[in-house]
């Protein structure tokens, strides 16, 4: 089946630091992916759609500067979260969709867990 | 951002019990679909629901596309400690943009 790999897992950074995170779809092609934002025993949150090849689709109140979106090809995404502060601590999943295979639904990648110290 | 209720909220059941979870909405989705997320780790798939008034199943796991398509529920049967999780409905609107609205979810937790 489709697998969708993220890059960190965990990663620990210093307040003013920036963090980027990649989101690669392995054996499929994704022209869309989509990233999350989890809280603590919280649902996942929609934070953009990142189109390959395009500007990404922020949802409201996600600032388009703090979290930067490329998508520069089929099989990867990457989300930046720039000058990291302690509130952007949070667990960010990313998702895509097998474009080639008809399938209606998402496969999501592990999660990467950002602390920011 | 919009979501979708999930009931309950957690659960604490005996090994062997079966369970029941539902999602509500109070819009219209065209596709429900059910997933599994294990502490620190992403949601992993476990039924997908395309039709309203569908019932499908994946081993253990039940789950049907409610006829007014405002809802979906999740059934277990015969639990087994590695149920325990996090589970969540997700719903896609009309727009086919495969923008998942995701339920707050339901923590089971099974006691051997």
């Known amino acids: 089946g489709a697998v969708v790999s993220q890059h960190p897992s965990r990663v620990i950074c210093k307040s003013g630091t920036s963090v980027k995170i990649e989101c690669r779809s392995l054996?499929?092609?994704?022209?869309?992916m989509f990233w999350y934002r989890q809280f603590p025993k919280k649902s996942l949150m929609l934070m953009a759609t990142?189109?390959?090849?395009?500007?990404?689709?922020?949802e409201q109140g996600v600032e388009k500067d703090k979290f930067l979106i490329n998508h520069a090809s089929l099989t990867l995404s990457t989300l930046t979260v720039t000058s990291a502060h302690p509130e952007d601590s949070s667990f960010y999943i990313c998702?895509?969709?097998?474009?080639?295979?008809?399938?209606?639904?998402?496969?999501f990648g592990a999660g990467s867990r950002l602390t920011v110290l | 951002g919009q979501q979708l209720n999930q009931s309950p909220q957690s659960m604490f059941i005996q090994e062997g019990e079966d369970v029941s979870m539902n999602c509500t909405s109070s819009?219209?989705?065209?596709?429900w679909l059910w997933y599994k997320q294990d502490p620190g780790e992403g949601p992993v798939l476990l039924i997908a629901?395309?039709?309203?008034?569908e019932l499908t199943s994946n081993g253990r796991l039940t789950a049907q596309f409610g006829i007014t398509r405002k809802d979906s529920f999740l059934n277990i049967s015969a639990s087994i400690p590695s149920d325990v999780g996090i589970y969540f409905c997700?719903?896609?609107?009309?727009?086919?943009?495969?923008?998942?609205?995701f339920g707050t979810g339901t923590r089971l937790k099974v006691l051997a």
């Open positions: 997700a719903g896609i609107g009309h727009s086919g943009t495969y923008k998942y609205i």
């Open positions: 998702s895509a969709r097998d474009t080639g295979s008809g399938a209606n639904v998402l496969t």
């Open positions: 629901l395309y039709k309203a008034g």
């Open positions: 054996d499929f092609q994704a022209t869309t």
């Open positions: 819009s219209i989705f065209n596709t």
């Open positions: 990142s189109n390959e090849g395009s500007k990404a689709t922020y």
